[in-house]
Every structure is written in structure tokens, then in C-alpha cells.
Nanobody
Framework: HVQLVESGGGSVQAGGPLRLSCAAP??????LGWFRQAPGKEREAVAI???????KYSDSVKGRFTISQDSAKTTLYLQMNALKPEDTAMYYC?????????????????????WGQGTQVTVS
């Protein structure tokens, strides 16, 4: 499979917006999601979008973040609004066939999903 490639991270002031992108060609039959990991913390789910378009968000971002795809399903987006310092983390794009774990907002076991290299988001 083609490597998932995230972009769009950066530094932003609290309250501001940021949009992340993940190039995901060839993953149109996969459940896709965004995870994040802050220093010293476990990787946590942010949002997922399944192949039928159903979406889930973690409680910590609900109402502030929006996950979406382009019509060709080759790019995954995460629109982040009203950012808070606690949103500071490395953000990862992930693809899991059938979404067994992603749909429960859980990290798939090692080797069972495809991960990008991450993009850093810093909110101050």
C-alpha cells in the first residue's frame, strides 16, 4: 500500500483553526481516522470516518473538529477549530480494513493497520 502522508500541522494560537490533510490514495475501502499522541501520553483517537460515511469523534474534540474526505476518497481532512493548548500533539492518519478497532475509537493492534508518519500541531 501507498504510504499515508499527513500535512498541515504547525503552530497556532489558542482559539485558532488549522486543517490537516492526509494523502490516502488506494484506501477508499478502508475505515480512516485521525489519532494523536502528546508527549508522555498514549495515542488517542480523535475522529474516524467509515466507508459508508459514518463518523465518530472523541468527546474531547466533538463540536470543534470535523473529519471529511474529498469526493474521490483520496484525501482525508481534519478541520480543527477553537484549538486549545491540550490539543498539542503529533497527529497521525490511520487506515484499517473493515474498521474493527477504529469504529470503536480504539487503536488497531500493531501490524493490522496503516499509519502515517504524523504531523505536529502545537497550540499556545
Amino acid at each position: 500500500h501507498v504510504q499515508l502522508v499527513e500535512s498541515g500541522g504547525g503552530s497556532v494560537q489558542a482559539g485558532g483553526p488549522l486543517r490537516l490533510s492526509c494523502a490516502a490514495p488506494g484506501y477508499d475501502m478502508y475505515c480512516l481516522g485521525w489519532f494523536r499522541q502528546a508527549p508522555g501520553k498514549e495515542r488517542e483517537a480523535v475522529a474516524i470516518i467509515d466507508t459508508d460515511g459514518s463518523i465518530k469523534y472523541s468527546d474531547s474534540v466533538k463540536g470543534r473538529f470535523t473529519i471529511s474526505q474529498d469526493s474521490a476518497k483520496t484525501t482525508l481532512y481534519l478541520q480543527m477549530n477553537a484549538l486549545k493548548p491540550e490539543d498539542t500533539a503529533m497527529y497521525y492518519c490511520v487506515a484499517e480494513r473493515f474498521g474493527r478497532f477504529l469504529y470503536r475509537l480504539s487503536a488497531p493492534p500493531a501490524g493490522s493497520a496503516f499509519w502515517g508518519q504524523g504531523t505536529q500541531v502545537t497550540v499556545s
